[in-house]
């Protein structure tokens, strides 16, 4: 919670028109992590549209644990399925659920972290013990419940992954908000008659949204990791679609004879939640003004 302690710490940061761009691309950690993000982005994308080698789910047992080669750029599996074209598969769907999850996180932790802060008193109590109910448990262990709890689909697993890190960007969002309710252009608005919901749309959500950017980057990189538990689990995204946990999962046993089936869902793995730290590092330096006299 160190990385999350900091950004609900940061100052209120307003966006200028194309500063977080210029500050990204003079960032080393932001370009490598633009880079690697696009580049699987790029795969997801051609996953999706079906611009594939082959089809991802397509079985044949003639050529079952083949070694890398030009027919199979990373081999095939223990059913001769092709690794390439389900790693691919496995990036888009890991994405897809990711962002649906971080994308309802997102919507309701700021809504509940604004609220809480702007207005304090009983919906800050409420919103603040939920918040504290759901930081109690170990948030592998939380998604992990709620994913059993209900059918197995992609939605559910988004769902139970949204609830997860819900609580993250309402901590992250109240703090600043605290600070802001006492600016003297808010209380200026507030004399001058506005509401209250006029004034957080007007004057408050938008000098947080920096610190909501890079906590959505930060964020979808823990949501792809806790995706992948979850399918490693068995408890993710559902055969016979393809899932980086659940193809992790399979290859555990061939690691020995056929260890390309291990290697490219783990190293893609890795590169997608290295590419989105380092984006989420690199709009963390350019979004934060206490950082830009130093570049």
Not at 139 to 165: E, G
Not at 251 to 261: H, M
Request: charged fraction near 10%.
């Amino acid at each position: 919670m160190t990385e999350n302690a900091s950004i609900a710490n940061a100052a209120p940061t307003k966006i200028g028109r194309g500063v977080p761009l210029r500050g990204l691309l003079r960032s080393p950690s932001g370009m490598a992590g633009l880079v690697i993000t696009g580049i699987l982005a790029i795969v997801a994308i051609c996953s999706l549209l079906g611009w594939m080698p082959a089809d991802p789910a397509a079985q044949d047992p003639t050529s079952r644990l083949q070694p890398p080669g030009a027919a199979n750029w990373f081999g095939t599996d223990q059913f001769g399925r092709d690794i390439f074209s389900r790693t691919a598969s496995g990036v888009a769907n890991s994405a897809l659920i990711a962002v649906i999850a971080v994308g309802v996180a997102m919507t309701v932790g700021t809504i509940g972290g604004v609220v809480a802060g702007f207005v304090r008193g009983v919906p800050d109590t409420l919103i603040g013990g939920v918040g504290n109910v759901l930081f109690a448990f170990p948030p592998l262990l939380l998604a992990l419940t709620l994913a059993s709890v209900f059918t197995r689909n992609w939605f559910t697993v988004a769902i139970a992954i949204a609830v997860v890190y819900t609580p993250i960007f309402v901590r992250v969002t109240r703090g600043p908000v605290l600070t802001l309710r006492e600016i003297d252009y808010v209380t200026a608005a507030r004399a001058t008659g506005m509401g209250a919901a006029s004034i957080m749309l007007r004057h408050v959500l938008p000098n947080i949204t920096g610190i909501i950017i890079v906590q959505v980057t930060l964020s979808l990189s823990w949501a792809v990791l806790t995706e992948a538990a979850l399918s490693f689990r068995g408890l993710g995204t559902p055969p016979p679609a393809a899932s980086l946990g659940s193809m992790i999962f399979d290859a555990r046993t061939l690691v020995t004879v056929a260890p390309w089936t291990l290697l490219a869902p783990g190293a893609v793995l890795i590169l997608l939640v290295v590419g989105l730290n380092l984006l989420g590092d690199g709009l963390r330096d350019a979004l934060d003004p206490s950082r830009k006299g130093r570049r």
